[in-house]
Protein backbone atom coordinates (compact mmCIF):
# COMPACT_ATOMS: atom_id res chain seq x y z
CA UNK A 1 0.00 0.00 0.00
CA UNK A 2 2.83 2.33 1.06
CA UNK A 3 4.55 1.53 -1.43
CA UNK A 4 1.74 2.31 -4.02
CA UNK A 5 1.02 5.84 -2.61
CA UNK A 6 4.83 6.20 -3.12
CA UNK A 7 4.53 5.70 -6.77
CA UNK A 8 1.27 8.24 -7.43
CA UNK A 9 3.10 10.38 -5.50
CA UNK A 10 6.11 10.45 -7.94
CA UNK A 11 4.10 10.39 -10.75
CA UNK A 12 1.91 13.67 -9.45
CA UNK A 13 5.22 15.16 -8.99
CA UNK A 14 6.85 13.87 -12.49
CA UNK A 15 3.49 15.71 -14.09
CA UNK A 16 4.62 19.12 -12.92
CA UNK A 17 7.89 19.25 -14.04
CA UNK A 18 6.77 18.22 -17.39
CA UNK A 19 4.30 20.85 -17.46
CA UNK A 20 6.84 23.79 -16.97
CA UNK A 21 8.44 22.02 -20.10
CA UNK A 22 5.53 23.20 -22.60
CA UNK A 23 5.70 25.75 -25.38
CA UNK A 24 2.46 28.24 -23.98
CA UNK A 25 0.58 30.14 -27.07
CA UNK A 26 -1.65 32.98 -26.62
CA UNK A 27 -4.38 31.93 -29.28
CA UNK A 28 -5.07 35.84 -30.23
CA UNK A 29 -1.49 36.21 -30.84
CA UNK A 30 -1.08 33.42 -33.74
CA UNK A 31 -2.27 32.87 -37.63
CA UNK A 32 -3.92 29.43 -37.70
CA UNK A 33 -3.07 28.16 -41.15
CA UNK A 34 -6.65 25.93 -42.40
CA UNK A 35 -4.92 25.67 -46.39
CA UNK A 36 -1.51 25.75 -47.83
CA UNK A 37 -1.11 26.50 -52.00
CA UNK A 38 2.08 25.50 -53.50
CA UNK A 39 3.15 26.12 -57.22
CA UNK A 40 6.67 26.61 -58.60
CA UNK A 41 7.73 29.62 -58.79
CA UNK A 42 8.27 30.78 -62.35
CA UNK A 43 11.56 31.10 -63.90
CA UNK A 44 13.41 30.03 -60.80
CA UNK A 45 13.87 26.73 -58.96
CA UNK A 46 11.81 27.89 -55.85
CA UNK A 47 8.59 27.44 -54.65
CA UNK A 48 5.58 29.23 -54.37
CA UNK A 49 3.22 29.56 -51.54
CA UNK A 50 -0.10 30.69 -51.06
CA UNK A 51 -0.73 30.83 -46.58
CA UNK A 52 -4.49 31.24 -45.48
CA UNK A 53 -4.39 32.05 -41.84
CA UNK A 54 -7.41 32.57 -39.59
CA UNK A 55 -6.88 34.50 -36.71
CA UNK A 56 -8.90 34.72 -32.89
CA UNK A 57 -8.81 38.43 -32.28
CA UNK A 58 -11.80 39.92 -31.56
CA UNK A 59 -10.10 43.44 -32.98
CA UNK A 60 -9.98 42.44 -36.11
CA UNK A 61 -12.86 42.45 -38.40
CA UNK A 62 -11.57 40.72 -41.71
CA UNK A 63 -10.42 37.35 -39.53
CA UNK A 64 -8.79 36.12 -42.62
CA UNK A 65 -5.60 36.80 -44.45
CA UNK A 66 -3.41 35.72 -47.04
CA UNK A 67 0.33 35.46 -47.59
CA UNK A 68 2.25 34.75 -50.38
CA UNK A 69 5.66 33.54 -49.97
CA UNK A 70 8.88 32.38 -52.25
CA UNK A 71 11.66 29.61 -50.84
CA UNK A 72 13.60 26.68 -52.26
CA UNK A 73 11.96 24.37 -48.54
CA UNK A 74 8.71 24.51 -46.58
CA UNK A 75 10.83 25.49 -43.75
CA UNK A 76 12.23 28.61 -45.73
CA UNK A 77 8.46 29.39 -46.92
CA UNK A 78 7.26 28.95 -43.92
CA UNK A 79 9.87 31.11 -42.61
CA UNK A 80 8.88 34.21 -44.99
CA UNK A 81 5.75 33.96 -44.39
CA UNK A 82 6.04 34.65 -40.92
CA UNK A 83 8.24 37.74 -42.11
CA UNK A 84 5.13 39.09 -43.31
CA UNK A 85 2.76 38.32 -40.42
CA UNK A 86 2.48 40.44 -37.18
CA UNK A 87 1.38 36.69 -35.79
CA UNK A 88 2.98 33.30 -35.30
CA UNK A 89 2.06 30.61 -37.74
CA UNK A 90 0.94 27.83 -36.61
CA UNK A 91 0.11 24.66 -38.92
CA UNK A 92 -2.03 22.37 -35.66
CA UNK A 93 -5.50 23.47 -37.79
CA UNK A 94 -3.56 22.70 -41.43
CA UNK A 95 -7.04 21.19 -43.59
CA UNK A 96 -5.95 20.90 -47.30
CA UNK A 97 -2.91 21.20 -48.90
CA UNK A 98 -3.14 22.26 -52.54
CA UNK A 99 -0.57 21.96 -55.78
CA UNK A 100 -0.97 23.79 -58.25
CA UNK A 101 -0.12 22.21 -61.96
CA UNK A 102 3.25 22.39 -62.44
CA UNK A 103 3.92 20.58 -59.35
CA UNK A 104 1.74 17.97 -59.72
CA UNK A 105 2.90 17.42 -63.03
CA UNK A 106 6.39 17.07 -62.14
CA UNK A 107 5.74 15.50 -58.91
CA UNK A 108 4.38 16.31 -55.59
CA UNK A 109 5.94 13.60 -53.08
CA UNK A 110 8.77 15.00 -52.39
CA UNK A 111 7.13 17.93 -51.41
CA UNK A 112 4.62 15.33 -49.46
CA UNK A 113 7.24 13.89 -47.41
CA UNK A 114 8.66 16.90 -46.33
CA UNK A 115 5.21 17.66 -44.93
CA UNK A 116 4.75 14.21 -43.60
CA UNK A 117 8.18 15.14 -41.10
CA UNK A 118 6.22 17.94 -39.65
CA UNK A 119 5.09 16.92 -36.47
CA UNK A 120 2.52 19.76 -36.31
CA UNK A 121 1.05 18.53 -39.49
CA UNK A 122 -1.58 15.62 -38.83
CA UNK A 123 -1.66 12.66 -41.88
CA UNK A 124 -5.66 13.41 -42.72
CA UNK A 125 -4.98 16.43 -44.28
CA UNK A 126 -6.74 16.50 -47.86
CA UNK A 127 -4.17 16.80 -50.91
CA UNK A 128 -6.04 18.33 -53.37
CA UNK A 129 -4.82 19.60 -56.88
CA UNK A 130 -5.65 22.81 -59.27
CA UNK A 131 -5.29 23.23 -62.89
CA UNK A 132 -4.96 27.00 -62.20
CA UNK A 133 -2.21 28.38 -60.16
CA UNK A 134 -2.80 28.21 -56.09
CA UNK A 135 -3.12 31.62 -55.37
CA UNK A 136 -5.66 31.89 -58.21
CA UNK A 137 -7.70 29.83 -56.07
CA UNK A 138 -7.27 30.61 -52.53
CA UNK A 139 -7.70 34.48 -53.53
CA UNK A 140 -11.53 33.68 -53.86
CA UNK A 141 -14.06 35.81 -52.17
CA UNK A 142 -16.88 33.89 -52.27
CA UNK A 143 -16.76 31.15 -49.37
CA UNK A 144 -20.11 31.22 -48.12
CA UNK A 145 -20.19 31.36 -44.45
CA UNK A 146 -17.38 29.51 -43.53
CA UNK A 147 -14.73 31.73 -42.00
CA UNK A 148 -11.99 31.40 -44.82
CA UNK A 149 -11.82 29.67 -48.39
CA UNK A 150 -9.19 26.96 -46.09
CA UNK A 151 -12.23 26.11 -44.11
CA UNK A 152 -14.49 26.62 -47.21
CA UNK A 153 -12.47 24.26 -49.38
CA UNK A 154 -11.89 21.63 -46.38
CA UNK A 155 -15.82 21.55 -45.88
CA UNK A 156 -16.24 21.10 -49.58
CA UNK A 157 -14.21 18.14 -49.61
CA UNK A 158 -15.58 16.34 -46.59
CA UNK A 159 -18.74 17.03 -48.04
CA UNK A 160 -18.44 14.90 -51.25
CA UNK A 161 -16.47 12.42 -49.38
CA UNK A 162 -19.15 12.12 -46.98
CA UNK A 163 -22.01 11.94 -49.55
CA UNK A 164 -20.24 9.16 -51.48
CA UNK A 165 -19.37 11.53 -54.83
CA UNK A 166 -15.55 11.05 -54.76
CA UNK A 167 -12.69 8.96 -53.13
CA UNK A 168 -10.64 10.47 -49.77
CA UNK A 169 -7.28 11.62 -50.70
CA UNK A 170 -5.84 12.62 -47.09
CA UNK A 171 -2.17 12.48 -46.60
CA UNK A 172 -1.98 9.26 -45.13
CA UNK A 173 -4.21 7.62 -48.01
CA UNK A 174 -2.15 9.29 -50.66
CA UNK A 175 1.21 7.76 -48.96
CA UNK A 176 -0.37 4.69 -48.83
CA UNK A 177 -1.16 3.99 -52.52
CA UNK A 178 1.94 5.84 -53.63
CA UNK A 179 4.02 3.43 -51.83
CA UNK A 180 1.49 0.15 -52.59
CA UNK A 181 2.47 -1.57 -56.03
CA UNK A 182 -0.40 -1.66 -58.11
CA UNK A 183 -2.96 1.06 -56.79
CA UNK A 184 -2.78 4.56 -57.88
CA UNK A 185 -4.26 7.72 -56.18
CA UNK A 186 -7.02 10.09 -57.19
CA UNK A 187 -7.55 13.56 -55.89
CA UNK A 188 -10.17 16.08 -56.05
CA UNK A 189 -9.10 19.37 -58.63
CA UNK A 190 -10.43 22.59 -56.93
CA UNK A 191 -10.77 25.31 -59.60
CA UNK A 192 -11.76 28.95 -59.17
CA UNK A 193 -15.26 29.74 -61.27
CA UNK A 194 -16.70 33.21 -60.43
CA UNK A 195 -14.77 33.87 -57.46
CA UNK A 196 -15.70 30.74 -55.68
CA UNK A 197 -13.82 27.74 -55.35
CA UNK A 198 -15.02 24.62 -56.65
CA UNK A 199 -15.06 20.91 -56.95
CA UNK A 200 -14.45 19.78 -61.16
CA UNK A 201 -13.50 16.33 -60.79
CA UNK A 202 -10.84 14.21 -59.68
CA UNK A 203 -6.71 13.78 -60.86
CA UNK A 204 -5.53 10.60 -62.06
CA UNK A 205 -2.05 9.98 -60.65
CA UNK A 206 0.49 7.72 -61.92
CA UNK A 207 2.84 7.94 -58.99
CA UNK A 208 3.02 10.57 -57.86
CA UNK A 209 2.29 12.35 -61.44
CA UNK A 210 -1.01 14.15 -62.47
CA UNK A 211 -1.59 12.65 -65.62
CA UNK A 212 -5.42 12.97 -66.37
CA UNK A 213 -8.58 13.25 -64.70
CA UNK A 214 -12.36 11.77 -64.82
CA UNK A 215 -15.27 13.63 -64.13
CA UNK A 216 -16.99 13.83 -60.97
CA UNK A 217 -19.70 11.56 -62.56
CA UNK A 218 -17.11 8.53 -63.77
CA UNK A 219 -15.76 8.22 -60.03
CA UNK A 220 -18.78 6.44 -59.70
CA UNK A 221 -17.81 3.86 -61.56
CA UNK A 222 -14.47 3.62 -60.14
CA UNK A 223 -16.27 3.55 -56.33
CA UNK A 224 -18.23 0.59 -57.53
CA UNK A 225 -14.97 -1.59 -58.22
CA UNK A 226 -12.71 -0.50 -55.13
CA UNK A 227 -14.85 0.73 -52.61
CA UNK A 228 -18.52 -0.41 -51.13
CA UNK A 229 -21.72 1.92 -51.14
CA UNK A 230 -23.58 2.55 -48.09
CA UNK A 231 -25.93 5.06 -49.28
CA UNK A 232 -24.68 6.23 -53.04
CA UNK A 233 -26.58 7.50 -56.28
CA UNK A 234 -26.05 7.50 -59.66
CA UNK A 235 -27.96 8.86 -62.62
CA UNK A 236 -28.20 6.64 -65.86
CA UNK A 237 -28.93 7.76 -69.50
CA UNK A 238 -31.06 4.63 -71.05
CA UNK A 239 -32.55 4.58 -74.70
CA UNK A 240 -36.04 5.22 -74.77
CA UNK A 241 -37.02 2.93 -76.96
CA UNK A 242 -37.59 -0.43 -75.30
CA UNK A 243 -40.27 1.49 -73.02
CA UNK A 244 -42.78 2.93 -75.47
CA UNK A 245 -45.06 0.46 -74.95
CA UNK A 246 -44.69 0.39 -71.56
CA UNK A 247 -44.83 3.90 -71.05
CA UNK A 248 -48.20 5.48 -68.88
CA UNK A 249 -50.94 6.44 -71.44
CA UNK A 250 -48.94 5.28 -74.22
CA UNK A 251 -47.94 9.08 -74.34
CA UNK A 252 -45.10 10.80 -76.80
CA UNK A 253 -41.73 10.27 -75.34
CA UNK A 254 -40.18 14.14 -74.86
CA UNK A 255 -36.66 12.62 -75.62
CA UNK A 256 -34.92 9.72 -77.64
CA UNK A 257 -33.39 8.85 -73.70
CA UNK A 258 -34.71 8.30 -69.98
CA UNK A 259 -32.71 9.66 -67.06
CA UNK A 260 -33.32 6.82 -64.17
CA UNK A 261 -32.15 7.94 -60.51
CA UNK A 262 -30.87 5.15 -58.27
CA UNK A 263 -30.40 6.58 -54.84
CA UNK A 264 -30.09 4.17 -51.51
CA UNK A 265 -27.67 2.37 -53.67
CA UNK A 266 -25.09 -0.45 -52.18
CA UNK A 267 -23.18 -3.03 -54.12
CA UNK A 268 -21.29 -5.87 -53.74
CA UNK A 269 -18.09 -6.42 -55.55
CA UNK A 270 -15.95 -9.97 -56.47
CA UNK A 271 -12.22 -9.00 -58.20
CA UNK A 272 -11.12 -12.84 -59.30
CA UNK A 273 -7.86 -13.90 -61.12
CA UNK A 274 -9.15 -16.01 -63.78
CA UNK A 275 -6.21 -17.12 -65.50
CA UNK A 276 -3.36 -18.07 -62.56
CA UNK A 277 -0.23 -16.59 -62.78
CA UNK A 278 -1.58 -14.62 -66.03
CA UNK A 279 -3.20 -11.25 -66.32
CA UNK A 280 -6.88 -12.14 -66.60
CA UNK A 281 -9.67 -10.66 -64.06
CA UNK A 282 -13.24 -10.70 -63.50
CA UNK A 283 -15.28 -7.98 -61.96
CA UNK A 284 -18.79 -9.20 -60.95
CA UNK A 285 -20.59 -5.98 -59.46
CA UNK A 286 -24.32 -6.98 -57.70
CA UNK A 287 -26.46 -3.53 -57.44
CA UNK A 288 -29.13 -2.73 -55.50
CA UNK A 289 -31.26 0.96 -55.12
CA UNK A 290 -34.54 2.87 -55.18
CA UNK A 291 -35.35 4.68 -58.02
CA UNK A 292 -36.59 8.08 -56.91
CA UNK A 293 -36.82 9.95 -60.49
CA UNK A 294 -37.52 9.18 -64.13
CA UNK A 295 -37.69 11.23 -66.87
CA UNK A 296 -40.32 9.44 -68.93
CA UNK A 297 -43.96 8.23 -67.34
CA UNK A 298 -42.90 4.72 -67.58
CA UNK A 299 -45.65 1.85 -66.00
CA UNK A 300 -43.49 0.79 -63.23
CA UNK A 301 -46.28 -1.32 -62.04
CA UNK A 302 -45.60 -3.37 -65.19
CA UNK A 303 -43.30 -5.96 -64.23
CA UNK A 304 -41.83 -6.11 -67.16
CA UNK A 305 -40.78 -2.39 -67.32
CA UNK A 306 -39.11 -3.08 -64.19
CA UNK A 307 -37.12 -5.97 -65.64
CA UNK A 308 -36.32 -4.12 -68.76
CA UNK A 309 -35.32 -0.96 -67.10
CA UNK A 310 -32.66 -3.50 -64.40
CA UNK A 311 -31.27 -5.25 -67.94
CA UNK A 312 -30.42 -1.57 -69.81
CA UNK A 313 -29.46 -0.22 -66.11
CA UNK A 314 -27.18 -3.11 -66.07
CA UNK A 315 -25.78 -2.27 -69.43
CA UNK A 316 -25.30 0.70 -69.12
CA UNK A 317 -23.06 0.56 -65.85
CA UNK A 318 -21.07 -1.95 -67.36
CA UNK A 319 -20.42 -0.07 -70.24
CA UNK A 320 -18.95 2.83 -68.56
CA UNK A 321 -16.97 0.36 -66.14
CA UNK A 322 -15.21 -0.54 -69.05
CA UNK A 323 -14.48 2.48 -70.82
CA UNK A 324 -13.36 3.59 -67.85
CA UNK A 325 -10.64 0.76 -67.28
CA UNK A 326 -9.40 1.02 -70.54
CA UNK A 327 -8.89 5.08 -69.89
CA UNK A 328 -7.07 3.91 -66.91
CA UNK A 329 -4.76 1.56 -69.33
CA UNK A 330 -4.01 4.19 -71.54
CA UNK A 331 -2.84 6.53 -68.79
CA UNK A 332 -0.95 3.65 -67.11
CA UNK A 333 -2.65 4.49 -63.87
CA UNK A 334 -4.73 1.54 -61.85
CA UNK A 335 -6.46 3.59 -59.62
CA UNK A 336 -8.67 0.37 -59.44
CA UNK A 337 -6.19 -1.25 -57.76
CA UNK A 338 -6.47 -4.34 -59.69
CA UNK A 339 -2.28 -4.67 -59.52
CA UNK A 340 -2.93 -4.42 -55.80
CA UNK A 341 -5.33 -7.39 -55.86
CA UNK A 342 -2.91 -9.55 -58.31
CA UNK A 343 0.17 -9.56 -55.62
CA UNK A 344 -1.82 -10.24 -52.45
CA UNK A 345 -4.02 -13.29 -54.10
CA UNK A 346 -0.30 -14.59 -56.04
CA UNK A 347 1.69 -14.00 -53.17
CA UNK A 348 4.37 -11.88 -55.34
CA UNK A 349 5.52 -9.58 -52.90
CA UNK A 350 8.53 -9.19 -54.96
CA UNK A 351 7.10 -7.55 -58.16
CA UNK A 352 8.00 -3.66 -58.28
CA UNK A 353 5.41 -1.01 -59.43
CA UNK A 354 7.88 -0.61 -62.84
CA UNK A 355 7.21 -4.47 -63.13
CA UNK A 356 3.34 -4.01 -62.82
CA UNK A 357 3.56 -0.54 -64.77
CA UNK A 358 4.71 -2.09 -67.79
CA UNK A 359 1.58 -5.06 -67.07
CA UNK A 360 -1.15 -2.79 -66.77
CA UNK A 361 -1.43 -1.50 -70.11
CA UNK A 362 -2.40 -5.21 -71.13
CA UNK A 363 -4.27 -6.85 -68.76
CA UNK A 364 -7.65 -8.18 -70.00
CA UNK A 365 -10.69 -7.62 -67.29
CA UNK A 366 -14.54 -9.11 -67.98
CA UNK A 367 -17.22 -7.34 -66.05
CA UNK A 368 -20.86 -8.91 -65.19
CA UNK A 369 -23.21 -6.11 -63.84
CA UNK A 370 -26.31 -6.98 -62.10
CA UNK A 371 -28.84 -4.28 -61.05
CA UNK A 372 -31.94 -4.83 -58.72
CA UNK A 373 -34.24 -2.26 -58.25
CA UNK A 374 -35.19 -2.37 -54.78
CA UNK A 375 -38.13 0.24 -54.47
CA UNK A 376 -39.34 3.07 -56.87
CA UNK A 377 -41.10 5.41 -54.26
CA UNK A 378 -44.11 6.13 -52.28
CA UNK A 379 -46.13 5.58 -56.01
CA UNK A 380 -44.97 1.71 -55.55
Known amino acids: MQRGRKLIIISLISC ?15 GIVTIYGFDQAEGEDKLKSTTVLFQF ?19 E ?28 RAGIFPHIDTLQRDASISDMVFIAVSNQPTEQ ?12 IGTYIQRLIETSVRDERITSSTLHE ?21 NKAQLTGLAIFQD ?7 SIEDVFYVRLISDKFKQGQVDLKLPIEPFKNMMEDFEEPNSDQVIVVLDQ ?19 DVDIQGRIVELTERIDLQN ?62 VTVNVTTKIRSYGIVE
Open 303 to 364: KEAIKKLEEHMSEEIKTNIERIIEKSKEVNSDFFGFGKEYVSRNGNNQMTKEEWRDIYPNIN
Open 265 to 283: LNNKTNVEITNPGGYDFKV
Open 174 to 194: FSKKFFTVGYDPLVPIIANHD
Open 208 to 214: DHYVDEL
Open 57 to 75: NPDVTDASQIIHSTGSTFR
Open 137 to 148: VLTASNYEQSPN
Open 16 to 30: LFLTGCLETHILEEL
Open 77 to 104: LRNNANKKSGYKIVSGQLRTILFGPKLS
